[in-house]
């Protein structure tokens, strides 16, 4: 599902930005972003769309920084227990919310090498690969991911809690949907799911799931960033 995963972090992400801008109803904690921002925060999302995987020692982003990322995917796979466990949870994606945050506003060089992870896992779960050419598809994200954190070093990103936390909430809503679900509440032993997608990778999700996400991203992206959605004042 990393299509899915990445591609429905990016379009929650879009769709929320108007709210997050409303003074009437936030007041003093209504976001005042600028396009730059906006489109940062949407390749963080699709990034965050990927972090509840960091559990699958077997799945598309453990092999994203080779041995590196499959060896952290293994322990953090242990220390959680197992795929869709702690990190498949709303605790988790409020930690990395906070986690993220922290690193932005106080730790610039962490906050760039975690940048740099996030878009990596984006890019590796979008699957724009070489065929058959593990090592030149993974130096071609790497590189891309590169460019992507020289790109936003400058940006002001105190606002990344809010792109990485809708990024696992969305993950986990397209997990709630498939056959197994997830423990939304962990460490209550309750797995939360309704069977709409029958099967990860399936047929519905190729042919329906990811080309409708696609085209809602097309949309929000033209209407948010033509200001459309704006509100007054919004750069």
């Known amino acids: 599902m990393g299509r899915t995963h990445a591609l429905s972090g990016a379009a929650l992400w879009l769709a929320v930005v ?30 965050a769309g990927l972090l509840p995987d960091i559990d699958h020692p077997n799945g598309r982003i453990a092999n994203t920084l080779g041995p590196v990322s499959r060896t952290i995917c ?23 919310g906070v986690a993220m945050s922290l690193l932005a506003d106080h730790l610039r060089y962490g ?33 891309t991911a590169g460019v992507a954190v020289y790109l936003m070093h400058g940006l002001d990103m105190g606002f990344v809690a809010y792109p990485v936390v809708l990024g696992c909430l969305a993950h986990l809503i397209g997990d709630c949907l498939t056959p197994r679900g997830c423990l939304l509440l962990w460490p209550v032993n309750w797995r939360m799911g309704v069977v709409l997608v029958p099967r990860t990778d399936g047929r519905v999700e190729r042919l329906v799931v990811v080309p409708v996400l696609a085209g809602v991203i097309v949309i929000l992206t033209v209407r948010v960033l033509g200001g459309a959605l704006l509100p007054h004042g919004w750069r």
């Open 111 to 143: 906050w760039w090498a975690a940048l740099f992870v996030l878009v990596g896992f984006g890019l590796r779960g979008l699957g724009l690969d070489f065929e058959g050419h593990e090592f030149w598809s993974g130096l071609k994200d790497c590189v």
């Open 18 to 47: 108007p709210v997050l801008g409303r003074q009437d109803w936030l007041g003093t904690y209504a976001l005042s972003l600028s396009s730059h921002q906006v489109m940062a925060g949407g390749v963080v999302a699709a990034g």
């Open 74 to 96: 293994r322990w953090v796979s242990r220390a959680s227990g197992g795929h869709r466990h702690a990190t498949h949870s709303l605790l988790f994606a409020l930690a990395m």
